[in-house]
């Protein structure tokens, strides 16, 4: 959400230095430099000068780390506290040059911005506050400051702007189709929350974004799902999964929204226990392709029961439905089916797994199983073979529906060759030699049809029974 933060320490010293640099670029005579932002769709024109890095400061508030900051909950908590400090200050310089789905990984076009600063120099100017905080260009800041430059060519909004002024330029920056790095997936969808907050329109917001109103329904949608995961990753030993650990699913987050929505029209349970399925496949670490074999069919024929070891099922759930107590009228109604909640209580087991093994902190979770990458481990070889399973007949039903189907298709280009004859013969244009050898063609490709489908059917159907007669009499 938006933040107002307190001005920088000595920001009144470095608003000063500002204050005469600008008047030094106006007095000079000389050509002056200035970058345009765009304010509430208003052109604004801004003075550009020479500022040193030594007195700028990373933006605490910038969407372009918002979800790596809880990377590091410890640094985040400082962050949060104290944002000007040196310590929350090198913790933003550290996750403006990680890679945003892994932050622990330096990322390599952060070095591709570095070497090309080096060589060739700082080409567009950044912009900052009249307190010298940046707004755009804290990436290239930093990674001046590791090259050595003691200054930087900065472009300065007006003394009045807000901080939800400057959460506007940044966006309105940032979502320029020529920029040169994009927000990474998570740190989007925290822009857009933050808009809808200030009370924007879902129509307004997605053509910032160049979205359709579909989409942007769709992406808060998401980050809602990924909230809720994150909150049902808590385990008593205080640890959870983090919005950075959902950068890289994207794809597979947005097919489970399309699918979801589908299935909901038609049975909402079933479109739950869907969701829980392909939620835990996606923290599992399976692939798009793989988590598309877990569909209605997946459920229907449970397949993963079959794999799925004696301890998960014991911890998957009750014999009985949920029942839920309607607050102030002290009665209960029935809540989520058997089968939602023995979903989510896996998904839950598979989520607070996750999140304990990947901080290495053992056996948080009281089970008997052993430590959580234990049970991680085997819920991803129970799912491995189930979407094996699924896979393997999956392929063998569509062996079975290929002949069909491209039958389906022949008879479909004859309809069409009908209409494309009369239209022919109505124009004179027909070649009847072409055409004549397209049928002798033909024929003999529904005599070879004829001799296959002829085989191994005992009972031979309408069709079938028509085709095999059609050949004998062509043959006779």
Request: charged residues 30%.
């Amino acid at each position: 959400m938006l933040r107002e933060f307190a001005p920088p320490p000595r920001a009144h010293e470095f608003s000063e230095l500002i204050k005469k640099r600008l008047e030094e670029v106006q007095s000079s005579g000389a050509t002056r430099e200035s970058v345009t932002i765009d304010l509430n769709s208003q052109p604004l024109h801004v003075e550009v000068i020479d500022l040193p890095l030594s007195g700028l400061f990373f933006n605490p508030g910038t969407h372009r780390i918002r979800a790596q900051r809880s990377h590091k909950p410890d640094l985040d908590e400082a962050l949060d506290k104290d944002p000007w400090s040196a310590e929350s200050q090198d913790y933003l310089k550290f996750l403006l040059q990680a890679e945003p789905a892994n932050p622990d990984r330096r990322d390599a076009d952060f070095d591709k911005l570095k070497e090309s600063l080096k060589e060739f120099g700082q080409n567009d100017p950044g912009l900052v506050t009249h307190h010298g905080v940046l707004v755009n260009g804290n990436t290239r800041a930093a990674a001046l400051r590791e090259i050595g430059a003691q200054s930087m060519r900065v472009g300065v909004l007006p003394e009045s702007f807000t901080w939800a002024d400057i959460n506007a330029v940044e966006l309105s920056l940032q979502l320029r189709k020529d920029h040169r790095r994009d927000y990474s997936y998570i740190n989007r969808l925290l822009a857009m929350e933050e808009q809808a907050s200030l009370g924007r329109t879902p129509d307004a917001i997605a053509k910032d974004f160049r979205i359709r109103p579909a989409t942007y329904h769709q992406e808060r949608w998401i980050l809602s799902t990924i909230r809720e995961l994150i909150e049902r990753s808590k385990s008593g030993g205080g640890v959870a999964l983090r919005l950075v650990d959902f950068e890289d699913d994207q794809e597979k987050l947005k097919e489970l929204h399309r699918i979801h929505e589908k299935l909901a029209a038609v049975d909402r349970d079933q479109a739950e226990v869907l969701k829980e399925m392909r939620l835990a496949a996606i923290l599992l670490g399976f692939s798009k392709t793989d988590v598309r074999h877990i569909d209605e069919d997946f459920l229907k024929k449970d397949y993963l029961g079959k794999t799925l070891p004696a301890d998960l099922k014991a911890a998957a759930g009750s014999d009985e439905p949920e029942t839920v107590m309607v607050p102030g009228l002290g009665v209960s109604v029935p809540g989520a089916t058997k089968a939602v909640s023995a979903a989510r209580a896996l998904n839950d087991q598979i989520l607070r797994a996750k999140a304990s093994a990947r901080t290495a902190v053992g056996n948080l979770l009281g089970s008997q199983n052993g430590t959580a990458q234990d049970l991680f481990n085997q819920a991803k070889d129970a799912f491995d073979s189930a979407i094996d399973s699924a896979g393997r007949d999956a392929r063998v039903r569509k062996r079975k529906q290929l002949a069909p189907a491209r039958l389906a298709d022949a008879c479909a280009d004859i309809d069409q060759c009908v209409v494309d004859l009369v239209q022919a013969r109505a124009s004179r244009s027909l070649d009847e030699e072409a055409f004549d050898e397209a049928v002798v063609k033909f024929r003999e490709s529904i005599r070879k049809l004829a001799q296959q489908a002829g085989r191994g059917i005992a009972h031979p159907g309408d069709g079938v029974s028509w085709l095999l007669e059609a050949a004998a009499v062509e043959g006779s």
